[in-house]
């Protein structure tokens, strides 16, 4: 597609439940993020993907997340026994390269533990 | 944790007139970017500065490098109503790689 796509934009979950964010990064964009907005602040860095290297996992705040890219395209974002503070909007960018100055941000998927 | 402090963190002005708000660090920054974030929506790019001192216009929006590389300020003249929106500052530094810092946000509201 033009932009990037993440899915579902919205998603409300009991405590406790996994849930699974999708992104679809714009085609040919080697260099895939992920960052969390909760409500009122910045952007908080979680995972990044460049490649085939080996991901920067250095902000993802638990053990409870994680995340995958497959075939270099399409990235999951996974988080189990999720709490209530994980509430946030779950954003993914995209750039061709590593370079910051091309960050395609996607809408983000609004995620509310209740 | 938050490493930039962006301020002020909201703003009520009337149309027409002009806007500054900046972001600050004790870290030095190889490079600044300044985002518009509309509601429902992902931050959009407006400006990048990659060299200290730098200043870079887009439109009614100036920007600038500090030339400490721990500060940034954008400008927006003359502002109009779909100015509104959340503005974020945000930078790289050298040892971090492609991950950004952000800055809390300015909310901007312009009374028409």
């Known amino acids: 597609g033009a932009g990037v796509s993440q899915s579902p934009s919205n998603k409300v979950t009991e405590k406790g439940k996994d849930v699974e964010l999708r992104c679809d990064p714009i085609s040919g964009h080697t260099a895939l993020y992920w960052y969390r907005q909760s409500l009122g602040q910045g952007l908080e860095f979680l995972i990044y993907f460049q490649g085939n290297s080996a991901p920067d996992k250095s902000g993802l705040p638990s053990d409870r997340f994680s995340a995958e890219r497959t075939g270099g395209s399409v990235s999951t974002l996974t988080i189990q026994r999720t709490q209530q503070e994980d509430s946030a909007v779950y954003l993914c960018a995209s750039s061709p390269t590593g370079g910051a100055n091309h960050y395609t941000f996607g809408s983000g998927t609004r995620l509310t533990v209740v | 944790g938050q490493q930039l402090n962006q301020s002020p963190q909201s703003m009520f002005i009337q149309e027409g007139e002009d806007v500054s708000m900046n972001c600050t660090s004790s870290?030095?920054?190889?490079?600044w970017l300044w985002y518009k974030q509309d509601p429902g929506e992902g931050p959009v790019l407006l400006i990048a500065?990659?060299?200290?001192?730098e200043l870079t216009s887009n439109g009614r929006l100036t920007a600038q490098f500090g030339i400490t590389r721990k500060d940034s300020f954008l400008n927006i003249s003359a502002s109009i109503p779909s100015d509104v929106g959340i503005y974020f500052c945000a930078g790289r530094r050298e040892t971090s790689g492609s991950r950004l810092t952000f800055g809390e946000g300015t909310q901007l509201t312009v009374n028409p």
């Open positions: 500065l990659y060299k200290a001192g």
């Open positions: 870290s030095i920054f190889n490079t």
